[in-house]
């Protein structure tokens, strides 16, 4: 990383908290803000981490300190929950002991945002390990696989093989699924565990953990972790037979 007098750079207090780019949808938006809300249920009683959603990371790399990269999603290790016990505005590194994020997310959207040139560059050159990107409607247009993994190896990014793909030094894995939010049913992309069972939201357990007809028919494992297809094949079993 480059070495930079700190006595000018900017704090916190005076930087925006973003570029002020509107994204292009709403799931640029609300599948980061899924994997922060399940992140929040895994490691509840964890205090050295932060996920930050659509939030501008300052970094001593550019050319001018006041213009951050925008993830739409990354998460940092090492650091303080709650900055000060108070919500962080922005992600400024040297206000973070010089700690990047170790993974950070991009979602592609109708507008190209240069995830696979710039802001890859740019990752690379802060030091993130792991850069996931996410294109589930653009990846014929762009020649690219819809989900992607890229690590990075001697300053250069590899695209990575295997979904769910195991973080081994988060502790984590991620990966597609699909979920049903009332009505809707979409793709999503979800944490998983080392033995790549999709970790539960705390209202689809309690949804299994609310019939007891759940454990009649997976005895011991109302707490387990169910995929999408099976969960959603038990509430179709049930909404058949109560018409009946």
């Not at 710039?118 to 996410?134: D, P, Q």
């Amino acid at each position: 990383m480059l070495q930079v007098d700190r006595k000018y750079l900017p704090s916190s207090t005076e930087l925006p908290d973003s570029d002020d780019t509107p994204v292009d949808n709403e799931d640029q938006n609300w599948l980061p803000n899924v994997l922060l809300l399940l992140l929040k249920y895994i490691w509840a009683d964890r205090t050295d981490w932060f996920f930050g959603v659509d939030m501008g990371v300052y970094h001593p790399t550019g050319v001018n300190h006041r213009f951050p990269v925008v993830p739409n999603g990354f998460l940092s290790l090492g650091v303080e929950r709650r900055k000060g016990n108070k919500s962080r505005r922005s992600y400024v590194m040297w206000e973070e002991n010089d700690i990047p994020p170790i993974l950070t997310l991009e979602m592609v959207s109708w507008t190209p945002g240069g995830e696979y040139e710039e802001k890859m560059a740019i990752y690379a050159k802060l030091g993130v390990l792991y850069y996931v990107i996410y294109n589930p409607e653009y990846w014929q247009r762009d020649r690219h696989q819809p989900f992607e993994v890229y690590k990075l190896v001697d300053g250069g990014y590899q695209l990575q093989i295997g979904e769910p793909y195991w973080f081994p030094e988060i502790g984590l894995g991620i990966g597609r699924c699909q979920e049903v939010s009332g009505a809707v049913e979409q793709e999503v992309l979800s944490w998983f565990d080392a033995q790549n069972n999709r970790y539960l939201r705390p209202e689809e357990e309690a949804v299994l953990a609310k019939d007891d007809s759940y454990d009649s028919l997976f005895p011991g494992r109302l707490n387990a972790y169910f995929d999408y297809y099976q969960l959603t094949n038990i509430h179709r079993y049930f909404a058949i037979h109560r018409e009946h």
